[in-house]
């Protein structure tokens, strides 16, 4: 068997361009899915079983559906629709990078909230009771106290969320978008070289994978040095 990497190598541009759009899907997908999974871990440790239900319910569904599915909901299924195709949204909807940046932030969302929701309710007494003593609202506690505690707390099971997504990002290839799968794809197409297309792509995952690990480590032991065990 003889590999043939020229290719691979006068291609390099296309994967190059592949990285990029994997970020940048990443990237939005992350902020904006954060930015949902928030107030949905607030909901998820209400004690209003109605607003608990609704957070549960949201969460549950997403979870427990494959992300392909999500993602041709949005993307082919919506657009089914006339009125959907008529309206405002549609410039929004007929776009592979927002439809796909869409269905991942709704997925992440869901992992997310459920992971900053067993933060918070893993919260140590103390510091409740800290925040209190100082004559703080629940508001207060909750915005200077109770979320970035959470929040550092959770950066180890949120990194794999993180990675995770990263590995998800590779379904955007199905709705056209040109990231890393997708150049594979197309130098595959182009020269039928599937074990050199793909084994580069796979290096790139790693490559990438490698540095958010790295970083995730770096912030652990940035925010969360205190919990690590005392020297004597």
Not at 9 to 26: D, H, R
Not at 195 to 206: K, N, P, Q, W
């Amino acid at each position: 068997m003889i590999f043939d990497y020229n290719v691979v190598w006068e291609n390099l541009p296309l994967y190059l361009s592949g990285v990029a759009v994997t970020l940048k899907l990443l990237a939005l997908s992350l902020f904006f899915g954060l930015l949902a999974a928030l107030p949905l871990a607030l909901m998820r440790v209400s004690k209003v079983a109605w607003v608990n239900g609704l957070a549960w319910t949201y969460t549950y569904v997403i979870r427990g559906t494959p992300m392909l599915v999500q993602l041709f909901l949005i993307y082919y299924g919506l657009a089914q629709f006339e009125a959907v195709r008529e309206s405002f949204l549609w410039p929004w909807l007929s776009s592979a990078t927002f439809c796909a940046c869409l269905a991942f932030a709704i997925n992440t969302s869901a992992y997310t909230a459920e992971i900053i929701a067993g933060s918070l309710k893993s919260t140590p007494a103390g510091e409740i009771e800290a925040a209190r003593a100082m004559g703080m609202s629940k508001a207060k506690m909750y915005r200077r106290i109770l979320l970035p505690s959470a929040l550092r707390r959770a950066l180890p099971q949120y990194s794999n969320e993180v990675i995770m997504m990263l590995q998800t990002t590779s379904l955007a290839s199905i709705v056209t978008l040109m990231d890393i799968t997708g150049a594979a794809r197309d130098i595959n197409a182009r020269f039928y070289l599937p074990f050199e297309a793909y084994i580069t792509a796979g290096v790139f995952y790693l490559t990438l994978t490698f540095i958010l690990v790295k970083l995730f480590k770096l912030a652990e032991r940035r925010w969360l040095g205190y919990l690590a065990p005392r020297k004597h």
